[in-house]
């Protein structure tokens, strides 16, 4: 809450936090036997890279801090957690009950301003950084990392597009955007930030999905989905893209240009802009907040074309009843996770990348798990093949495992105690 959630998105981000730490304990090792015969085997194994940074974002502190801790530590690795400045004390409160269950040293959170992110970046003792954030700062880190040649992950911005086709329901459709383009704010990496919508069935989608967020319920009492964005310099931020709406006399089909005068905080009305072109600043731009640009298409080159002319490539959906239409668009876009009929779905076991500028290396799946280690082959010749000294196992068995797993009860009483639950 002290990003600026409702309580049920705060509860939502905890819980998921802590099905994600389970999930990641139960992931297979991805080590190969490459070859296992009479003369010799060949395998390749995992060993930890040493101390990893965790840099995390403060649109979900938590969750996006577990999935960088569990792979870290369950590959052998030291965890330090650098949250953001706006939401350092969920992530501390964490690190502090995390220090009760990990032998001391395995995880430490470091507070600090602005300063704080370069002097771990070019730390020599520092092995890899882990990073979700803006393209800018990204490109930063990973200047920084050069210079030492640590390992980097970087998970960076989208303009995910979503492309609803003619043959769909659309109120079922609307009200499943809606949900994803206006959750948290809009303050989502992988939130739908641009629709396009096919004009056979343009209107009703517009219809149904305006008529949906006009019943969003803002603020922070228990039932409010609608929360204040984050903090100043994003709220000025979004301000600044709806003064160049009204500006340039783009079309308001729900919501407002002006924050909510009567409201404490950093709310703004959830807003749809009806049809703005190509060019404009909330189509070409990550908004990152409650607004929310909707465009009509004809042709499928057109609307592929127009989807993939940005530099990022985070994620998109695409909304049919045609698997063959859905197959034949999914091919052509220039993404790293892409959706059907669903939006912005993620889960531990599944690699999550982007493209282009939104991303450099992979987290989560087997090839996330990878990215904390070194990698190892080894050619065994003149021993028993079976050898147990000579394991492929990727994980430190037993132990971490089993530290891991319980360090999901204390998070969650934490949470049931502050809730009340």
Not at 397 to 413: A, C, D, E, Q, T
Request: proline content about 6%; hydrophobic content about 40%; some cysteine.
């Amino acid at each position: 809450m002290q990003q600026g959630k409702p309580p049920m998105w705060a509860q939502n981000e905890i819980s998921l936090s802590i099905q994600w730490l389970r999930e990641f304990c139960n992931m297979s090792s991805p080590g190969v036997v490459i070859e296992d015969t009479k003369e010799r085997k060949v395998i390749t194994r995992y060993t930890p890279l040493g101390i990893v940074v965790g840099i995390v974002p403060w649109n979900f502190s938590i969750q996006l801090a577990c999935a960088k801790i569990a792979p870290a530590i369950l590959t052998g690795n030291a965890f330090i957690w650098k949250p953001s400045p706006y939401t350092p004390y969920c992530s501390l409160k964490i690190a502090e009950l995390g220090a009760k269950i990990f032998p001391p040293g395995v995880l430490q959170a470091l507070s600090g301003d602005d300063n704080l992110g370069p002097w771990l970046t070019q730390h020599p003792d520092i092995n890899m950084v882990s990073f979700t954030g803006s393209v800018n700062v990204g490109k930063q880190i990973m200047e920084s990392c050069s210079k030492t040649l640590k390992r980097v992950t970087l998970e960076l911005g989208g303009n995910d597009a979503a492309i609803i086709c003619a043959n769909v329901d659309p109120a079922v459709v609307a009200s499943k955007i809606g949900l994803i383009a206006f959750a948290n704010a809009g303050q989502i990496c992988i939130a739908a930030k641009r629709v396009y919508v096919h004009e056979s069935v343009y209107d009703s989608v517009l219809a149904a999905l305006v008529a949906y967020t006009q019943d969003l319920k803002f603020g922070l009492a228990a039932d409010s989905f609608l929360g204040p964005l984050s903090n100043k310099p994003q709220y000025e931020r979004v301000k600044g893209l709806l003064a160049d709406i009204k500006g340039a006399g783009l079309r308001v089909a729900t919501g407002s240009t002006q924050p909510l005068r009567h409201m404490k905080g950093y709310f703004l009305a959830p807003t749809i802009i009806d049809n703005p072109p190509d060019d404009s600043r909330i189509v070409v731009e990550e908004q990152f907040g409650p607004v929310l640009p909707v465009m009509k298409w004809t042709d499928e080159h057109d609307v592929i074309r127009r989807v993939n002319a940005t530099k990022l490539g985070l994620g998109a959906s695409i909304w049919t009843g045609d698997s063959t239409e859905a197959d034949r668009i999914a091919s052509q876009l220039e993404v790293g996770n892409i959706w059907i009929n669903c939006h912005a779905v993620m889960q531990p076991s599944t690699p999550f990348a982007g493209h282009k500028q939104s991303g450099f290396g992979v987290e989560m799946g087997d090839d996330g798990l990878k990215s904390y280690c070194n990698v190892q082959s080894i050619y065994v010749t003149g021993l028993n093949a079976g050898d147990p000294s000579h394991s492929h196992s990727l994980f430190t068995k037993g132990r971490v495992l089993s530290i891991l797993l319980g360090f999901s009860l204390p998070v969650y009483l934490a949470w049931a105690a502050f809730s009340g639950n």
